[in-house]
């Protein structure tokens, strides 16, 4: 699989869902999670360009982990880093095994479950799904989306959306959102004939 489409997709996608991406993270934060992804993603864009011998997702580990600023820049970075070692060493079923080792790290860095209302309510169904079948990317897609619309009728307890109480329900947590991103981008490149919804729409989701 070329990463370097998944890339591309995934900041295609961020670009366009930026203004709603921004207007949720006003919602149970400082607003500026739109900015960081966007510009996490062009950068990481950019890089690939200057350097096209370097695979996408080492690349989108190095800048998230290096450059982008926010809580979640990190723990997206770990997630890309694990599965830029997974799939470099197993192009073909290494992402099951990438995503869970980015799950892990991202909860041993910042100790959120499922249910806490962050990017791990997104993370770990779809983990869940990769790891029921490796090649489901549609279904890891799907389970990622339906996680991160959940997070909607949560209350966080992790993260800057944990201080604002009740005022983030409602509205689904924009991290969780933007790992959902990530997955429907994979399974976009993956199995283009899938239809997996935005996890900014609000419509059920269906079957490919």
């Given at each position: 699989?070329?990463?370097?489409?998944?890339l591309?997709?995934?900041?295609?996608d961020?670009?366009?869902?930026?203004?709603?991406?921004?207007?949720?993270?006003?919602?149970?934060?400082d607003?500026?999670?739109?900015?960081?992804?966007?510009?996490?993603?062009?950068?990481?864009?950019?890089?690939r360009?200057?350097?096209?011998?370097?695979?996408?997702?080492?690349?989108?580990?190095?800048?998230?982990?290096?450059?982008?600023?926010?809580?979640?820049?990190p723990?997206f970075?770990?997630?890309?880093?694990?599965?830029?070692?997974?799939?470099?060493?197993?192009?073909?079923g290494?992402?099951?095994?990438?995503?869970?080792?980015?799950?892990?790290?991202?909860?041993?860095?910042?100790?959120?479950?499922?249910?806490?209302?962050?990017?791990?309510?997104?993370?770990?169904p779809?983990?869940?799904?990769?790891?029921?079948?490796?090649?489901?990317?549609a279904?890891?897609?799907?389970?990622?989306?339906?996680?991160?619309?959940?997070?909607?009728?949560l209350?966080?307890?992790?993260?800057?959306?944990?201080?604002?109480?009740?005022?983030?329900k409602?509205?689904?947590?924009?991290g969780?959102?933007?790992?959902?991103?990530?997955?429907?981008?994979?399974?976009?490149?993956?199995?283009?004939?899938?239809?997996?919804?935005?996890?900014?729409?609000?419509?059920?989701?269906?079957?490919?």
């Amino acid at each position: 699989m070329n990463t370097a489409d998944i890339l591309r997709a995934y900041a295609d996608d961020a670009a366009d869902a930026h203004a709603a991406l921004t207007d949720l993270d006003r919602h149970s934060g400082d607003g500026d999670f739109g900015d960081n992804l966007r510009g996490g993603l062009r950068r990481a864009v950019a890089v690939r360009e200057e350097r096209p011998d370097t695979d996408a997702l080492a690349v989108l580990g190095e800048v998230f982990l290096d450059e982008v600023g926010g809580t979640s820049g990190p723990l997206f970075g770990l997630l890309f880093t694990e599965l830029a070692h997974a799939v470099a060493v197993d192009p073909e079923g290494g992402w099951a095994a990438g995503a869970a080792a980015g799950l892990a790290a991202i909860q041993r860095v910042g100790e959120a479950q499922v249910g806490d209302r962050t990017l791990v309510d997104a993370l770990a169904p779809a983990v869940t799904a990769l790891q029921t079948d490796p090649d489901d990317f549609a279904g890891a897609a799907r389970a990622a989306v339906e996680g991160a619309r959940g997070t909607a009728a949560l209350q966080a307890r992790m993260g800057r959306a944990s201080y604002v109480g009740e005022r983030a329900k409602g509205a689904p947590d924009p991290g969780a959102v933007g790992t959902a991103m990530f997955f429907r981008a994979l399974a976009r490149v993956a199995v283009p004939e899938a239809e997996v919804p935005s996890p900014l729409e609000v419509a059920p989701i269906g079957n490919p």
